[in-house]
């Protein structure tokens, strides 16, 4: 008989340790001996034979892995007999775990309610696999499962910091434990919103920067961004770490931009804020005054003054000042516009008291540029000129054809334009003469007396730079005819100191006055004659026929007056009739008639 005694390697059994124990005992008067034999999967590893029983052998440095190992009994009559075959599994190695894919790193902070955990695990002989998650207080879960199993996923979490490790043990009693990995599970959003100094959505402003500012509420902030935008695309995306709130983009040009902010926590929640858009306008409006023009001097208090605005985006008001002499400030108007407006003609209507006044338009865009326009200058005088010393004096009379002198004396206290004298003449029509300036306030010019009898009415006109006019100053003068006609003796009139043979003598004269010829009287011989006029007005001719002269000598002279009186006398010609024929005789030494002579002369 043969068995394996106390002490023996149970047979499947797995020790961690590099010996095998065998003791093996046999019964057998005629014993020979005890054979034991050690092997592994492929040779003979040891054999061992005593001849005594019972035989106990510790089979050392074995290497890790499976042994089989049974004994033989052998007696002097060469009977023998065996035990079973053992098995046994050398493990010395621990079990190798390390974390697998999937799970969090140490430090993580988790924007989740579960903690999930993988593991990979060496370990031929692995006999289970424990997991264990505790937090602040203590154990939360602590899970074994059987060999096999690498995932386990613990859910329906608080917010808050864990920590966490896996072990693993195998058959051979040996065991081996991950690092424990501290994380926190966030599931909260961080708050985010825009704080004082950002610009509202819509806004305009002048400066060539934009400045945001925002408040954040979040306990494991990771870091905050900063995004600005305009119509092609990204202008800065600005990434800053956790604690800043600020960020202001400077050097930008006129324009429209966009912009939020968002912050983002170690469990990776994000929050951002909303969008907001704004108009950047670095580019001041302008205007242009178009009416009235400058140094405009006007007898209409109430004006409309006008101008034209205008802007690269959107102008939101303009308002008209104006000053008197003492720079107060007489009016401020204020017209507004609503959104889009960028060119526009405005006239605000204003009256005003006589002054001088500066006027000019101030305004504003929707991003507060300013811009004000040149002062213009404005007079408002509804005074009329003054009219004075009138020349000529009432009731001054004058001869027809003289050159007289129209003048007056005009002032105003914001120029002269012109003066006129409006002359009535006795025939009902006018005469308009311009006075020109003869220094200071005189003003004149001369005016020739027509033709025309009478009383002749003088209005001076007077006309102020703001076109007051004053036609209240009169004054008057006569015309009188103090010259006599002219009288001009024409053919066939005989000339003077003639001796004619005619038993009769022709007068005829042109008779010419500045106002017309009442009648010719011819005196011949000392008789006054009644001379035919022929024609009318300022210029006729006169004749009359002298018959039955007697031989000798005569005189004659032509008288004219004009419709004034007024008288004129030819010159006074002489002249002789004679009818009688003369006598003609030979007288010595003439040459009796019908003689002989013997020279040649």
């Known amino acids: 008989l043969i068995s394996f005694g106390t002490g023996a390697e149970t047979s499947g059994s797995l020790v961690g340790r590099n010996n095998i124990i065998v003791n093996v005992t046999a019964t057998d008067t005629n014993l020979a001996n005890i054979t034991i034999n050690l092997y592994n999967s492929t040779i003979l590893v ?12 510790n089979i050392t440095g074995l290497a890790d892995g499976v042994y089989f190992f049974n004994a033989t009994a052998r007696d002097r009559a060469n009977n023998v007999n065996s035990t079973e075959t053992r098995n046994v599994t050398i493990d010395t190695i621990f079990p190798r775990i390390d974390y697998g894919t999937g799970t969090a790193v140490n430090g993580a902070n988790l924007s989740q309610s579960n903690v999930y955990v993988n593991v990979s695990v060496t370990e031929a002989n692995e006999a289970n696999i424990t997991f ?3 937090n602040s207080t203590g154990a939360v879960n602590v899970t074994t499962l059987n060999a096999g199993n690498r995932v386990i996923n613990w859910t329906g979490l608080n917010n808050g910091d864990y920590t966490y490790n896996v072990s693993v043990i195998d058959l051979a009693g040996r065991e081996n434990t991950t690092s424990t ?65 600020v960020i202001n983009w400077t050097g930008l040009i006129s324009g429209s931009y966009s912009y939020n902010a968002s912050v983002g926590d170690y469990a990776g929640n994000v929050n951002a804020t909303s969008t907001r858009t704004i108009i950047v306008d670095i580019i001041s409006p302008n205007a242009t005054l178009t009416a009235p023009a400058n140094n405009t001097i006007t007898n209409n208090g109430t004006q409309e003054y006008d101008a034209n605005l205008s802007d690269n985006k959107d102008i939101k008001n303009t308002t008209l000042y104006i000053y008197n002499s003492s720079n107060n400030l007489v009016n401020e108007t204020t017209l507004s516009f609503g959104g889009g407006v960028v060119q526009t003609t405005v006239g605000i209507t204003v009256s005003l008291v006589d002054g001088i006044y500066k006027w000019f338009y101030g305004l504003f865009d929707r991003a507060g540029n300013f811009f004000a326009t040149e002062n213009r200058t404005i007079t408002i005088d509804t005074v ?92 008057y003068f006569t015309a009188n005819d103090n010259l006599p006609p002219s009288i001009s003796l024409i053919s066939p009139t005989p000339a003077n100191n003639s001796i004619g043979g005619a038993t009769t003598a022709v007068v005829n004269a042109s008779i010419s006055d500045l106002i017309e010829i009442y009648g010719c009287v011819l005196n011949f011989d000392g008789t006054n004659y009644t001379m035919t006029k022929i024609g009318s007005g300022t210029s006729v001719s006169c004749n009359y026929t002298i018959g039955s002269l007697s031989n000798g000598a005569h005189n004659f002279t032509v008288y004219a007056n004009d419709s004034s009186g007024n008288m004129n006398q030819s010159e006074t010609r002489f002249f002789t009739t004679d009818t009688s024929m003369p006598v003609v005789d030979f007288v010595s030494p003439t040459e009796t008639d019908g003689n002989y002579m013997s020279r040649r002369n």
């Open 132 to 134: 264990r998650l505790y």
């Open 181 to 245: 990995r501290a994380i926190e599970l966030d599931t909260t959003v961080p708050l985010i919103d825009y704080g004082a100094g950002t610009e509202t959505s819509g806004a305009y402003i002048k400066n060539a920067n934009v400045y945001v500012n925002v408040s954040v509420t979040e306990a494991n902030e990771a870091n905050i961004t900063f995004r600005l935008y305009n119509s092609t695309g990204a202008v800065n995306v600005t990434t800053l770490n956790a604690g800043n709130r």
């Open 46 to 57: 040891n054999s061992t034979t005593t001849t005594t029983s019972p035989n106990y052998i």
């Open 384 to 475: 009329s000129p003054s009219v004075l010393g009138l020349v000529p004096a009432s009731g001054e009379a004058y001869n027809i054809t003289n050159f007289i002198e129209i003048a007056a004396n005009a002032a105003d206290s914001n120029g002269i334009n012109n003066v006129k004298a409006n002359i009535t003449l006795p025939n009902s029509t006018s005469q308009l003469v311009t006075l020109a300036n003869a220094g200071g306030n005189k003003y004149n010019n001369s005016f020739v007396v027509p033709n025309i009898l009478g009383r002749f009415n003088v209005t001076i006109v007077a006309t102020d730079n703001a076109t007051n006019i004053n036609s209240t100053e009169t004054t």
